[in-house]
């Protein structure tokens, strides 16, 4: 079945370093993937996302680009806030563009230091 | 806007008896709303999707006479762990997709219940 594979945490930074969270999948079809935030105490808010090869997301200064030759959807962002500090998911629909049926990775935990 | 509630935000109680967790949409109505549970250090995974005015669809694994879905109206979705038992013990989280537009899911702050 289909699957999100994202590096394991925790991840620590000092602020304004680079970040970046590694995501693989693997799906039967051609599915839309998401990366989602979830900051302390809070529901889980998307972030970002792309619905096909080579589509870039962005969001907050946050990047993600869509390789289907490589099936990954790597989160990177070139300097990190404190504010930043957060558990980040990354999920993939097969549902087209709708996020019906999200399967999510386990989650990355990122600590920001200032 | 797009915020979605749950209630309550954590629950400890005693083994074989039940508990109802609401899921609220508080300013958007939600015809489909969706209940993952989440163990730690791993995945929230599918428990259930939810459709106002029918029955729950529950992923494979994952017993409906034990987690009973009930969403009888387009703000409000609650599951009830029934006769819990320590193994129940998790992270339950619930997602809300706005009516009329297939798209992004609205996520709950999450439920932690503890079966003593």
């Known amino acids: 079945g289909d699957s999100v594979t994202q590096m394991e945490g925790p991840v620590t930074l000092s602020e304004e370093a680079f970040l970046t969270i590694n995501c693989t999948y693997t799906?039967?079809?051609?599915?839309?993937l998401f990366w989602y935030v979830q900051y302390p105490g809070e529901g889980l808010q998307l972030l970002l996302k792309?619905?096909?090869?080579?589509d870039k997301g962005s969001n907050k200064g946050f990047e993600a680009t869509y390789r289907k030759e490589t099936t990954s959807f790597h989160l990177e962002k070139g300097s990190v806030q404190v504010s930043d500090s957060a558990v980040y998911f990354c999920?993939?629909?097969?549902?087209?563009?709708?996020?019906?049926?999200?399967?999510f990775g386990k989650g990355t935990k990122l600590s920001v230091k200032p | 806007g797009a915020v979605v509630s749950q209630h309550p935000s954590w629950v400890i109680c005693k083994s074989g008896t039940s508990v109802k967790i609401e899921c609220r949409s508080l300013?958007?109505?939600?015809?489909?709303m969706f209940w993952y549970r989440q163990f730690p250090k791993q995945s929230l995974m599918l428990m259930a999707t939810?459709?106002?005015?029918?029955?729950?669809?529950?992923e494979q694994g994952v017993e409906k006479d034990k987690f009973l879905i009930n969403h009888a109206s387009l703000t409000l979705s609650t599951l009830t762990v029934t006769s819990a038992h320590p193994e129940d013990s998790s992270f339950y989280i619930c997602?809300?997709?706005?009516?009329?537009?297939?798209?992004?899911?609205?996520f709950g702050p999450g439920t932690r219940l503890t079966v003593t």
């Open positions: 997602s809300a997709m706005r009516t009329g537009l297939a798209g992004e899911q609205y």
């Open positions: 799906a039967t079809g051609y599915p839309s």
């Open positions: 792309a619905t096909k090869a080579d």
């Open positions: 999920a993939l629909s097969d549902y087209g563009g709708s996020q019906g049926n999200l399967i």
């Open positions: 300013d958007f109505q939600a015809t489909t």
């Open positions: 939810s459709n106002e005015g029918s029955k729950a669809t529950y």
